[in-house]
């Protein structure tokens, strides 16, 4: 295990920082933030720029010009070595005369996978590897875990009531929680390739499924449904030419996608609905979309966690009880308590008073 | 407002541990601290003792001996200055000789009420107030409660899956929270006067409603009922000599109650659910049981949240999701969004992953 300094720590941190605005644009590559330090002095920032664009490694190199000889680079993902859309970076970084490589982790990507650090360090430069590596695991976690799965990874969101209702008896759920809650909520969007809710939810609350706190991120809009109608006055259809606009239809021949008039018509298949969730994980990662933020409503939200589809889970509570409404969730069953869904990694944060509960929900039998 | 030193707040915490201690034994007194200070040095402790015995002054005064001369006196609630059960403890406090009395909030019922202080400067005792005051209101809230509003102070409490579940569907709820949860509540149950349950509670969970992690608190315990009939195979009736056991019957005349072998049976009459509820809180006030903590389960305490008759709420989160099952509350017509009950002045706590959310209910449209 390589020491790191305090140093090191503050300049990853900076890394990150760049790949952290990054993450949003960068679909489906991960988001990579590098940094390069002279003389105890950054010299050169770069972040992935959007797909097909130069990685992160190349923009640093190129902020610090001919500075980058003999100096050192930050980066959160090991570099790539192998022709992609663009050259390897490990050719960049050894022709500037980068003399050492500090790096978070290493590319899952079958592809690299240690070989870019050995590349590295058979042309002589010092690599060390695993600097705030837990957070720049988790800065790219539906990458990591897409890239294996070969399927999207799945974040849900709910906001609830304290009894757990997500609406009131007459649909109501304006709101729920405070406004910091829903800016958080408009942070997840952000980081997600996708943005998708249910059909009756698009009915209901004609969501708009953009991001209103920074420009420049543009994510798909994904309606799970049972048919291809789509009501012509909603705020979907009505700017399906914004951006990817898709509409899953439970049902036709799997993987077969139609574009009409700016909608992308997915189809899923006859199949039960674990085979058609899956299906659908699979199209959207070969469609370029490794990760999906699902907003409801109760069947939506239902059917990917009762089928062990939900890779992280938001549960943000407002402050309000509503003694009866629509649950969060309707499984077909509902579980019996030793044999529940679990949330693991639980994180807890406050907002303003409401709270948000996050973690990796698992079917546990105790 | 006086300014307190270091030395000042750490004396009066001393105390107020004291009366947290006392805090299950002294209904339908309060539970007070006190400390003496002599020097600099802490030469006398005492804490209420169970109702009829001697105040907390008191018992540090004997306990400091004739140190008390010319020493501070820490105490977390004005000293009393009337003749009830016990003589007025002003007149102990002149008599010791203690030269000066910090106190931490003024005495609410209307028999003192500054009047302790009044007496106590008359004497030239300096006196100083508000050290504190708002962890020894806090302590005393239901005392501080009843007293004015003269009936007894609610707190309701339900352990909850993530999903607001309080049982799966075959009624299954053990456990929802894990151990750090249920000591919690069993630090509840010990700083009330009486812990109460609802008849079908009672059946299917046969709970003992006793504490078990601390000796020497007795509290009282209540079921709520339609009728007298309570199975003779459950821990309350078998038990029923340990402590008073009351059953509330809705129904009958109210404010009649009557003794059967070893159990109270309260009659609330046959008036409307809020009329029957406040009575009954009434009674108990009347009965020397000023505070009661309600665990459930879901009619119960949706009855009296629902009524607008919680005082203070603790929801225990534990990390499961069920998908289904008995819903933590069912009021007689779920509420609109913007017209529900609000958690005020919320807080929360982590517990081995489990969350406690705590907070005052209150019903406002927004």
């Given at each position: 295990m390589t020491?790191?300094?305090?140093k090191d ?6 890394a990150?920082?760049?790949a952290?605005?990054a993450?949003?644009?960068t679909?489906p590559?991960?988001a990579?933030?590098a940094?390069?330090?002279?003389e ?9 720029q959007v797909?097909g664009?130069?990685h992160a ?7 610090a010009?001919?500075?980058a000889n003999?100096?050192?680079l930050y980066?959160?993902?090991e570099?790539?070595c192998h022709?992609?859309r663009?050259?390897?970076c490990?050719?960049?970084i050894?022709a ?6 500090v790096?978070?982790v290493k590319d899952?990507n ?7 650090i050995?590349?590295l360090r ?8 695993g600097?705030?590596?837990k957070d720049a ?6 990458f990591f875990?897409?890239?294996v ?7 849900l969101?709910l906001?609830l009531t304290?009894?757990?209702m997500?609406a009131d ?12 809650a829903r800016l958080?909520?408009?942070?997840q969007?952000r ?15 004609n969501p708009?499924l ?5 420009s ?5 809009r ?5 048919s291809?109608?789509i009501?012509r006055n ?9 951006t990817?606009?898709?509409?899953v ?5 799997p993987w077969?996608?139609?574009?009409e008039s700016?909608i992308?018509?997915?189809y899923?298949?006859?199949?039960d609905e674990k085979v058609?969730?899956t ?8 469609q370029?979309?490794?990760s999906?933020?699902i ?10 966690l009762?089928n ?7 549960l943000?509570y407002?402050q309000?009880i509503?003694?009866?409404g ?6 077909k ?9 679990i949330l693991?990694?639980t994180r807890?944060q406050?907002?303003d008073?409401?709270i948000l ?6 079917i546990v039998?105790?």
């Amino acid at each position: 295990m390589t020491a790191f300094s305090e140093k090191d720590i503050l300049f990853m941190r900076e890394a990150l920082k760049l790949a952290n605005a990054a993450k949003g644009k960068t679909f489906p590559n991960p988001a990579v933030g590098a940094v390069i330090v002279s003389e105890g002095k950054i010299v050169g920032k770069g972040a992935t720029q959007v797909y097909g664009g130069p990685h992160a490694e190349k923009i640093a190199l190129k902020d610090a010009g001919s500075k980058a000889n003999g100096a050192t680079l930050y980066v959160t993902l090991e570099p790539c070595c192998h022709y992609g859309r663009t050259p390897p970076c490990t050719d960049a970084i050894v022709a500037a005369g980068i003399k050492k490589v500090v790096l978070s982790v290493k590319d899952p990507n079958p592809l690299v996978a240690g070989r870019g650090i050995r590349q590295l360090r058979s042309m002589g430069i010092i690599v060390n590897s695993g600097l705030l590596r837990k957070d720049a695991l988790e800065l790219n976690e539906d990458f990591f875990f897409s890239i294996v799965a070969k399927r999207a990874w799945v974040t849900l969101k709910l906001a609830l009531t304290l009894d757990g209702m997500i609406a009131d008896e007459s649909g109501g759920s304006k709101w729920i929680t405070g406004e910091k809650a829903r800016l958080c909520v408009q942070e997840q969007r952000r980081i997600h390739a996708a943005i998708a809710v249910g059909k009756s939810t698009l009915n209901h609350d004609n969501p708009q499924l953009t991001i209103r706190h920074k420009s420049g991120y543009n994510p798909a809009r994904i309606i799970f449904s049972s048919s291809k109608e789509i009501p012509r006055n909603t705020y979907f259809f009505q700017h399906r030419n914004e951006t990817r606009s898709i509409v899953v239809i439970s049902g036709g021949i799997p993987w077969t996608i139609s574009r009409e008039s700016g909608i992308e018509y997915w189809y899923t298949g006859e199949a039960d609905e674990k085979v058609q969730l899956t299906t659908f994980l699979k199209m959207a990662f070969a469609q370029n979309i490794p990760s999906i933020f699902i907003e409801g409503g109760q069947i939506v939200a239902s059917k990917f966690l009762e089928n062990g589809l939900v890779n992280r889970l938001h549960l943000f509570y407002g402050q309000k009880i509503l003694g009866g409404g629509k649950k969060s969730f309707a499984f077909k069953k509902g579980m019996p308590i030793n044999n529940s869904i679990i949330l693991n990694n639980t994180r807890h944060q406050i907002l303003d008073g409401d709270i948000l509960v996050s973690g990796t929900p698992e079917i546990v039998s105790t």
